[in-house]
Nanobody, 116 residues
């Protein structure tokens, strides 16, 4: 069982920045990938950014050039640096870890609210 604990959400004005953190209970080096997903009210959960164990990164088109995903293997933590935030970035952001054998774990989510 893997536990993921997100932090760093909050309220920010449009154009501002936030950094989300996701601390894992296990060694993230053994994970296939980790990522950030988000879910806005009334909408489906969608991918924001992912990073594989090999370092391959993928971003949703809506966040490219503004968000940066990174990982610190020594701290078993993945980060999402969010710059130039827009009101449409408002959502609950969830951390996800994908392990071998199709195992997938989610954090409890952290709220990000961007005011106009």
């Amino acid at each position: 069982q893997v536990q993921l604990v997100e932090s760093g959400g909050g309220l920010v004005q449009a154009g501002g920045s936030l950094r989300l953190s996701c601390a894992a209970s296990g060694s993230i080096v053994s994970f296939n990938s980790m990522g950030w997903y988000r879910q806005a009210p009334g909408k489906q959960r969608e991918l924001a950014a992912t990073i594989t164990s090999g370092g391959t990164i993928n971003y949703a088109d809506s966040v490219k050039g503004r968000f940066t995903i990174s990982r610190d293997n020594a701290k078993n933590t993945v980060y999402l640096q969010m710059n130039s935030l827009k009101p449409e970035d408002t959502a609950v952001y969830y951390c996800n870890a994908k392990l071998p054998w199709n195992k997938s774990y989610w954090g409890q989510g952290t709220q990000v609210t961007v005011s106009s």
